[in-house]
C-alpha cells in the first residue's frame, strides 16, 4: 500500500498522456489527462500551502472537477480533508464546528449566502469560493518555487466525515490512508478494475462510498472518470459515456428500473461492475438486472469502515443476501437469536479509530475496536451476509442517506411545550407522532420551522399531533 502522493507519482508515470477525468462543457464532455490533473492536483496544494492553508479544510460543494482536485491537493499534501453535504445549512455546519476546528472552508459560489453567514460567527476562518479562486490558486500554484512535501504517515488522519449534522452531538468519524486504502486489494480481488474501465460518477463524493471506491481508488487502478453534469441526465449520459463501472444507490436503480428498454439494458450489460449500496436493495428488481445479464452486485458498507464491508460475487445468484464479507476484515455477529441473527460488528484495517470528541455512551467502537454497526443479520458458512433491519433507530432514505431518528427527537423536544415526541420512516421519509398541548396548526408550524434549518433530506415529512402523553420521548 503506498500513500496517496507516492500514487499520483505513479500515475503520471504509467499513464500521463491517457485521459483521466473529463467534465461537461457546453454541453460536451472534456478531458484532462493524468499529467494535466495531477499537474492541477500539486499545484493547488502549493497555492494552498503558500497561503497558509494547514489542518482540516472543509469542502462543501456539489462534485465538480474542481472538488476532486481539492479532495486529492488536500489528503495528499495540505492536510485532513472534510467534505460535507452539499445540502447542508449553515444550522450544520455550526454544529460541526463545536466539535473539529476548519482552518479553511473551500466552497461553491451557489452557497455563499450559507457562507456570509458563517462568516459573521467565525471570522477567523479562511473561505475560498472554488468557481472565483481555483483559476488564480493554479495558476500561482504553477509559478510559486516552494517544496511540496507530501503527507506520507499512513496512519495520520486524511479524512473527517460526518454521518450527521443535525444536533450538537453530531458524529465525526477520522479515516487515515491506511483506513480508506486498505479494502483496495480485497475489492480487486473481487472485481478486477484496471484502466481499461470507465466510471461514470453520479453519487455525491462527499460520501464515502462513491468518493473511495468510485473515486480515490481510481488513481491505483487508472481508470477514466467522467462525472455527472446534471442528475436529471443520469441515463443520457450513461448511453453517451458508455461505462463499464458505475456506483449507484437502489433509489437510481429504481428508477433505471422503471426507464428500462432495449437500447438501455444492451449500455447496462456493457457494465463490469455495477454496485449497487447505501440501502437496501429489491429483491425483485435485484433478480431482474441478473436475469438479465446485467452484473448487479449489492454492496454493504458504512462511514466508520470506509465504505465496503460485503459486496456480492460476480455470477453470485443468490438475490436475498446482501453481499459477501471482503477478505482481510473481521465481521462478527453478536448476541444471536436462536435463528443466527444478531448485531454485525466489524474489524480491521479499514475501520475508524473512533469518533472525535464522544467520549460518552454514545460510542459505536468497543475496546478491541470493533465496530458495533447497529445492523442485525446473519452469515452464512460462505460468508454470506443478510441484513435482518436495525437495532437502532434510524431512518435509511431511498438514496442511502442516514437519518438518526433520536436526533431529530432532541430538536423536537427544544420545545418546552411538546411533551412526547416519536420519529419514524413513512415512505423512505422521516415522519413523527408528537403529543402537545399547542394547537395542531401551531404544532405544525413549529416543525416547520425546525424544517428550515434542515437540509431537504432529514426535513419531517408528515407530522401527527396528539393532545395528551404521559412521557417525554416516545419509543
Not at 434510524?394 to 427527537?409: C, H, V
Not at 420519529?423 to 408528537?434: Q, T
Request: charged share 25%; glycine share 8%.
Amino acid at each position: 500500500m503506498k500513500c496517496i502522493c507516492e500514487y499520483l507519482e505513479e500515475d503520471r508515470k504509467k499513464w500521463g498522456d491517457r485521459p483521466y477525468i473529463s467534465v461537461k462543457e457546453n454541453g460536451k464532455f472534456v478531458s484532462r489527462t493524468f499529467n494535466e490533473v495531477i499537474g492541477d492536483v500539486q499545484a493547488l496544494a502549493r497555492s494552498l500551502v503558500s497561503e497558509g492553508v494547514c489542518g482540516n479544510v472543509m469542502l462543501y460543494s456539489p462534485n465538480s472537477y474542481e472538488w476532486a482536485i481539492a479532495d486529492l491537493a488536500v489528503m495528499g499534501y495540505v492536510g485532513v480533508c472534510v467534505p460535507i453535504d452539499s445540502e447542508w445549512t449553515a444550522f450544520d455546519i455550526l454544529n460541526t464546528l463545536s466539535v473539529i476546528e476548519i482552518n479553511t472552508v473551500l466552497y461553491e459560489k451557489s452557497k455563499r449566502e450559507v457562507i456570509d453567514e458563517l462568516r459573521a460567527g467565525h471570522p477567523e476562518i479562511r473561505y475560498l469560493c472554488i468557481d472565483e479562486s481555483f483559476p488564480e490558486l493554479l495558476e500561482k500554484g504553477k509559478t510559486i518555487d516552494i517544496p511540496l512535501c507530501g503527507k506520507t504517515d499512513m496512519d495520520e488522519t486524511a479524512m473527517i466525515l460526518f454521518t450527521s449534522g443535525t444536533t450538537n452531538r453530531p458524529k465525526a468519524i477520522p479515516l487515515t490512508q491506511a483506513n480508506l486504502l486498505h479494502n483496495w486489494d480485497a475489492l480487486y480481488a473481487r472485481t478486477p478494475m484496471t484502466e481499461s474501465d470507465i466510471s461514470y460518477i453520479f453519487l455525491p463524493l462527499n460520501h464515502v462510498y462513491a468518493g473511495v471506491a468510485n473515486f480515490l481508488y481510481t488513481i491505483i487502478s487508472g481508470m477514466q472518470i467522467y462525472l455527472c453534469s446534471d442528475r436529471s441526465k443520469i441515463l443520457e449520459e450513461m448511453l453517451e459515456v458508455r461505462p463499464t463501472v458505475v456506483c449507484t444507490v437502489p433509489l437510481i436503480l429504481n428508477r433505471i428500473y422503471d426507464a428500462a428498454n432495449e437500447s438501455i439494458m444492451e449500455m447496462l450489460r456493457n457494465i463490469r461492475f455495477l454496485y449497487c449500496g447505501g440501502s437496501f436493495t429489491d429483491p425483485k428488481i435485484k433478480k431482474y438486472f441478473i436475469d438479465n445479464n446485467v452484473q448487479l452486485l449489492e454492496a454493504y458498507g458504512t462511514t466508520e469502515t470506509s465504505s465496503v464491508i460485503a459486496l456480492a460475487k460476480p455470477g453470485d445468484k443468490n438475490i436475498e443476501c446482501n453481499g459477501v464479507i471482503l477478505d482481510g476484515l473481521d465481521v462478527r455477529i453478536i448476541d444471536p437469536d436462536p435463528d443466527g441473527v444478531g448485531e454485525i460488528i466489524v474489524g480491521g484495517g479499514s475501520v475508524s479509530s473512533g469518533y472525535i470528541s464522544r467520549n460518552d455512551n454514545y460510542s459505536d467502537f468497543d475496546s478491541e475496536g470493533f465496530y458495533h454497526t447497529g445492523d442485525l443479520g446473519f452469515i452464512d458458512g460462505g460468508g454470506r451476509l443478510f441484513l435482518r433491519g436495525r437495532k437502532k433507530r434510524m431512518i435509511i432514505t431511498a438514496n442511502g442517506k442516514n437519518i438518526y431518528a433520536d436526533e431529530l427527537e432532541d430538536l423536537i423536544l427544544e420545545n418546552p411545550e411538546i411533551r412526547s415526541a416519536a420519529v419514524f420512516e413513512e415512505d423512505f421519509h422521516p415522519a413523527v407522532r408528537i403529543y402537545t398541548d399547542l394547537s395542531e396548526t401551531d404544532a405544525r408550524k413549529y416543525i416547520e420551522k425546525l424544517n428550515e434549518n434542515l437540509p431537504k433530506f432529514k426535513r419531517i415529512k408528515n407530522v401527527y399531533v396528539k393532545s395528551e402523553a404521559l412521557g417525554g420521548r416516545l419509543k
